[in-house]
């Protein structure tokens, strides 16, 4: 358990409306990350933080921003949902882990959101 | 760009039978490998992990072997069991980053008992 809540589990919405994805780290790691996975796609980086303020894209970035205004949470937010952002959300940490000597990403339990 | 191919894309075995899943990565930059396991409605769960200096792992059943000059790097399950069945993803980190990984398309394992 890499201490990683996100909220909410399971969202409808309608296209054109704000949506904000919210995760949770109770564990101060540096390093957020947010994903989204579709049928054929595997997981694909949406945007990641390393730090408060510190943002950057992934590959997949458009129609999505994110905010870290504190070490714990990180938000992802669609500024005007399309059926195209129907997917699973999933948020990611970079933890150092001892045993395996160097930093793994941990992922949190998942985000479904249905644009109709 | 940077890209992981992943093969099979299914994958049905019977109880007691070796399964393995074959990736290969592009970007020669690629220090870490990890495999992750996601069972249906979860998020994706690390179940090993190798990292450039080695050429193989093993925890239980389970091993990951690296070949950096083929960049290629396999999954190898031993004695599989239904509990085994689940969606597998390998994935490389990429870019020299800290950590932001570029996923395998997944294989679906089945196994029968």
């Known amino acids: 358990d890499a201490g990683i809540t996100q909220s909410p589990r399971h969202k409808v919405t309608e296209t054109g409306t704000p949506v904000t994805l919210r995760c949770h780290q109770t564990e101060n790691h540096r390093y957020m990350y947010w994903y989204r996975q579709d049928p054929g796609h595997g997981l694909r980086l949406i945007h990641y933080s390393y730090g408060v303020k510190d943002t950057d894209k992934g590959e997949v970035s458009d129609g999505y921003s994110v905010s870290r205004s504190k070490t714990e949470d990180f938000l992802l937010t669609l500024e005007s949902a399309t059926s195209s952002q129907t997917s699973v959300y999933f948020c990611?940490?970079?933890?150092?882990?001892?045993?395996?000597?160097?930093?793994?990403?941990?992922f949190g339990e998942g985000s479904w959101l249905t644009v109709v | 760009g940077e890209n992981v191919e992943q093969h099979p894309s299914t994958l049905s075995v019977q109880e007691g039978d070796s399964a393995v899943i074959k990736c290969t990565y592009s970007d020669s930059a690629s220090n870490y490998f990890p495999w992750y396991k996601q069972e249906l409605g979860k998020g994706p769960q690390l179940i090993i992990d190798i990292r450039s200096n080695v050429g193989e792992k093993k925890d239980q059943r389970i091993a990951v072997t690296l070949n950096k000059t083929a960049k290629h790097f396999s999954l190898h399950i031993t004695e599989t069991q239904p509990e085994d069945s689940a969606v597998y993803f390998c994935?490389?980190?990429?870019?020299?980053?800290?950590?932001?990984?570029?996923f395998g398309k997944g294989t679906k394992l089945s196994v029968k008992p």
């Open positions: 990611a940490i970079s933890a150092h882990d001892r045993v395996r000597s160097g930093n793994t990403i941990y």
């Open positions: 994935a490389a980190v990429y870019g020299g980053s800290q950590g932001n990984l570029i």
